[in-house]
């Protein structure tokens, strides 16, 4: 009779772990990719992060970790996403400190948080929280965040995605996670919306909740030592929420948190050519922030990691930053996103442009800075004819060609642009 009963447990726990088994991998398989693509790299590192970065699309287009150490030698991760602002990264943060702990590692010395934003939404914090186990805080954010009937498809997602199996596709089976620590540059280039808020003392009352958890957050990084900043990296639409943003950055200074606000701050942005839309910055933007935020991380006594044991991992990833960058040129189209993109400080570039291109006002701004910048640029007073392998000649109004600086001998890319009907 024991025999008999211990074979039937044994049975019903093998079914379960198999049913269990099977479970987390169709949910593995099937659930939203963006927040393990994000949040992967973040999971696994073995090196230590001086400084975390939150917010929302904001961040993740605007600050880049690798250049950031490039620049500085400052260690960090950008854990943004998309549509998640203040309210998702209070739990973000702890989440995250809490992997930290358990994996016994350092915990930042900074935390930076941009204060734009409005109120999650349940898709936005999808595309976050997929990819984090289920735990006491990933509850705690469920409950206070998200409305009763997406809750349970929130604390356990197999229940939104059990039926997208005719939606899987080569990337749900081959996932290749970010590599860039988090940022996601982009290569467009956009002119400004029609107002731009150009007073802070310009306010709008501030959403209690959103201060609610700045002081939340606050209270979290005293607790641990670790030091808060606060920005509001610029953009050109919503100015209601620039308004806001002016209340909350003089809430943060009345409570003692630091807060700076780029809006009002020359650090050689150009709403005309560094912003792929009237929300965000493109990739040369992204790098110009990056590079003044890492004068303020200097200044707050960020440590510099160049020429220490962990230098050579950030070595070898900016390697593979520089291979995505040029495969997303390859795929540009559009000439103003290509003169953006070329602006690369691992990049030279050869570009011939026909003179009446640069009555455009963005080309002749992008033209200025390339040049600038050490690029070489040749203005023609005819359009430039390339001869092709046929014998004939294409003529071009734009006609570039651009090289690694570390190779500066074999282009890596060449592209014709015709940018004016005829």
Not at 35 to 49: C, G, I, M, N, R
Not at 125 to 133: E, I, K, R, V, Y
Not at 233 to 255: F, G, L, T
Not at 310 to 335: G, H, K, M, P
Request: proline share 4%.
């Amino acid at each position: 009779m024991l025999k008999n009963r211990m074979k039937k447990i044994l049975s019903v726990l093998c079914v379960l772990a198999l049913i269990g088994g099977g479970l987390r991998i169709s949910s593995a398989l099937m659930i939203n990719k963006a927040s393990k693509e994000q949040y992967e790299q973040f999971f696994k590192a073995e090196q230590d992060f001086d400084v975390l970065f939150l917010g929302s699309s904001h961040v993740i287009n605007g600050i880049s970790p690798i250049d950031l150490f490039r620049e500085y030698g400052i260690t960090s991760y950008n854990l943004s996403m998309h549509g998640n602002y203040v309210a998702s990264s209070y739990y973000l943060l702890k989440e995250s400190l809490a992997i930290l702990k358990k994996k016994g590692r350092q915990f930042p010395k900074a935390v930076v948080l941009d204060v734009y934003g409005g109120n999650e939404i349940v898709f936005d914090l999808h595309n976050a929280w997929d990819s984090f186990p289920l735990s006491r805080t990933k509850a705690e954010m469920v409950r206070n965040l998200v409305s009763r009937e997406d809750q349970a498809a929130m604390l356990v997602p197999f229940f939104l995605y059990h039926n997208r199996w005719n939606e899987l596709d080569n990337e749900d089976f081959q996932l290749y996670p970010s590599r860039k620590y988090g940022v996601q540059p982009r290569y467009e280039v956009c002119y400004p919306a029609d107002e731009i808020v150009t007073d802070p003392k310009d306010m709008e009352p501030a959403d209690e909740e959103k201060l609610i958890y700045i002081d939340r957050i606050n209270q979290l990084c005293n607790s641990l030592g670790i030091r808060l900043i606060l920005i509001h990296i610029p953009y050109s639409y919503h100015p209601e929420w620039q308004r806001e943003a002016n209340a909350v950055c003089q809430y943060a200074q009345e409570q003692g948190i630091f807060c700076k606000n780029y809006m009002y701050q020359d650090i050689g942005l150009d709403f005309d050519i560094d912003f792929y839309d009237q929300g965000h910055l493109n990739a040369a933007g992204m790098r110009i922030l990056t590079k003044e935020l890492g004068r303020l991380l200097k200044e707050a006594g960020m440590e510099d990691h160049r020429g220490q044991q962990e230098e050579q991992v950030w070595l070898t990833e900016n390697q593979a930053f520089i291979q995505y960058r040029l495969r997303q040129l390859e795929e540009v189209s559009d000439a103003k996103a290509y003169l953006m993109g070329i602006n690369d400080p691992d990049l030279i570039a050869h570009v011939q442009i026909w003179h009446p291109v640069l009555e455009d006002r963005q080309i002749a701004k992008l033209t200025e800075r390339l040049q600038k910048s050490g690029h070489e640029i040749f203005v023609t007073e005819t359009r430039i004819e390339i001869p092709e392998e046929d014998d004939e000649n294409l003529e071009y109004d734009i006609y570039c060609s651009v090289y690694r600086k570390d190779d500066p001998d074999i282009p890596v890319h060449t592209i014709g642009f015709s940018v004016i009907n005829n």
